[in-house]
């Protein structure tokens, strides 16, 4: 029987101000393998493969399903197996790379009846939010947008938009385990008119300074309001080794996602002392921690 296998790259959504609104997809993949069958057999080697072995209720599994149902067509089960390569500390897009996996793997199977819009809007129906799901889908740098938040049916505008081809990504992953629901949970509902404005001024430069490729704005455009001083109580030594990123020549650094994961932006010249020194500030903490060095993936998910 046909067998499918798609990677699905990791994402760091926000870049500071573009709360749930920006995502960058990186060049680090999870790959899903699916063949249908009639119960699940998964299979999973890499980070957490003791944890996701013999698990029908995984995300992937929901998405393969969620397209068969979508172009009604029955799915009983599938024999799945799992690479993973994408760190799971978080921040970094795993249930993402599990979402859009599952729906690329499902879709591809069929004939690919559906577009990738059609895609987004599943994936993000699975997710909750658009900004780990839409660079997934379609590589780079990702702005994304429902057209009327007041009517859940409206469908989610994406924009590609060009990243400076210059700068290399460099992320520290500690090892804390934060959870995205948790880690909204702890936002405030209710922001000033003062905090409204700080990111939306600071989200609009930061997508002008990539189109004009002005590197100079990235450090005051990656500034946030909303939630990454709030999350910071879950990162120990957060506000330094951020400080230490753009000591050791970074031009933008940012929680990556709802975090743990930190993610700077700078001139390859300058990567590897970004790298250690933000894994010197975690040390300090007696936090263990790994950088990783890591292209923008172009494209999203792709077949293999
Ligand atoms: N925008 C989401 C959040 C991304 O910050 O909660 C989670 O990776």
Same mark, same amino acid.
């Given at each position: 029987?046909?067998?499918?296998?798609?990677?699905?790259?990791?994402? $760091?959504?926000?870049?500071?101000?573009?709360?749930?609104?920006?995502?960058?997809?990186?060049?680090? *993949?999870?790959?899903?393998?699916?063949?249908?069958?009639?119960?699940?057999?998964?299979?999973?080697?890499? *980070?957490?493969?003791?944890?996701?072995?013999?698990?029908? &209720?995984?995300?992937?599994?929901?998405?393969?399903?969620?397209?068969?149902?979508?172009?009604?067509?029955?799915?009983?089960?599938? +024999?799945?197996?799992? &690479?993973?390569?994408? @760190?799971?500390?978080?921040?970094?897009?795993?249930?993402?790379?599990?979402?859009?996996?599952? =729906?690329?793997?499902?879709?591809?199977?069929?004939?690919?009846?559906?577009?990738? &819009?059609?895609?987004?809007?599943?994936?993000?129906?699975?997710?909750?939010?658009?900004?780990?799901?839409?660079?997934?889908?379609?590589?780079?740098?990702?702005?994304?947008?429902?057209?009327?938040?007041?009517?859940?049916?409206?469908?989610?505008?994406?924009?590609?938009?060009?990243?400076?081809?210059?700068?290399?990504?460099?992320?520290?992953?500690?090892?804390?385990?934060?959870?995205?629901?948790?880690?909204?949970? +702890?936002?405030?509902?209710?922001?000033?008119?003062?905090?409204?404005?700080?990111?939306?001024?600071?989200?609009?430069?930061?997508?002008?300074?990539? *189109?004009?490729?002005? =590197?100079?704005?990235?450090?005051?455009?990656? !500034? &946030?309001?909303?939630?990454?001083?709030?999350?910071?109580?879950?990162? @120990?030594? %957060?506000?330094?080794?951020?400080?230490?990123?753009?000591?050791?020549?970074?031009?933008?650094?940012?929680?990556?996602? $709802?975090?743990?994961?930190? +993610?700077? %932006?700078? @001139?390859?010249?300058?990567?590897?002392?970004?790298? !250690?020194?933000?894994? $010197?500030?975690?040390?300090?903490?007696? +936090?263990?921690?790994?950088?990783?060095?890591?292209?923008?993936?172009?494209?999203? %998910?792709? %077949?293999?």
């Amino acid at each position: 029987m046909k067998m499918v296998q798609v990677m699905a790259p990791a994402t $760091s959504a926000n870049l500071g101000p573009g709360f749930d609104f920006l995502g960058l997809a990186l060049d680090l *993949y999870d790959t899903v393998t699916f063949t249908p069958a009639t119960d699940w057999r998964v299979t999973a080697e890499g *980070y957490g493969a003791a944890e996701l072995t013999g698990r029908a &209720d995984l995300l992937v599994c929901q998405a393969l399903k969620r397209v068969f149902q979508e172009v009604g067509q029955p799915l009983n089960g599938g +024999i799945v197996h799992l &690479d993973n390569r994408i @760190p799971e500390a978080g921040g970094l897009g795993t249930s993402a790379a599990a979402i859009v996996g599952g =729906l690329a793997a499902a879709n591809h199977y069929l004939g690919d009846p559906l577009t990738k &819009d059609d895609l987004l809007a599943l994936a993000v129906e699975l997710e909750g939010h658009p900004d780990n799901v839409a660079p997934a889908i379609f590589g780079g740098l990702v702005g994304v947008v429902q057209e009327a938040v007041t009517n859940e049916n409206t469908p989610y505008l994406s924009m590609g938009i060009p990243f400076p081809a210059e700068l290399q990504v460099v992320i520290a992953v500690p090892e804390l385990r934060v959870v995205t629901a948790q880690a909204r949970q +702890i936002l405030p509902q209710q922001v000033s008119l003062e905090q409204a404005v700080f990111n939306l001024a600071r989200t609009g430069l930061l997508v002008g300074a990539c *189109y004009a490729q002005r =590197l100079d704005l990235f450090r005051t455009a990656m !500034e &946030d309001a909303l939630h990454q001083n709030q999350r910071a109580v879950l990162i @120990p030594g %957060f506000h330094q080794v951020i400080k230490t990123a753009y000591q050791q020549g970074a031009i933008g650094a940012a929680l990556s996602g $709802s975090g743990p994961t930190i +993610i700077a %932006f700078t @001139p390859a010249a300058n990567h590897q002392a970004v790298g !250690e020194g933000m894994v $010197s500030v975690f040390a300090q903490q007696g +936090i263990k921690v790994q950088w990783l060095s890591v292209a923008v993936n172009q494209g999203g %998910f792709r %077949f293999l």
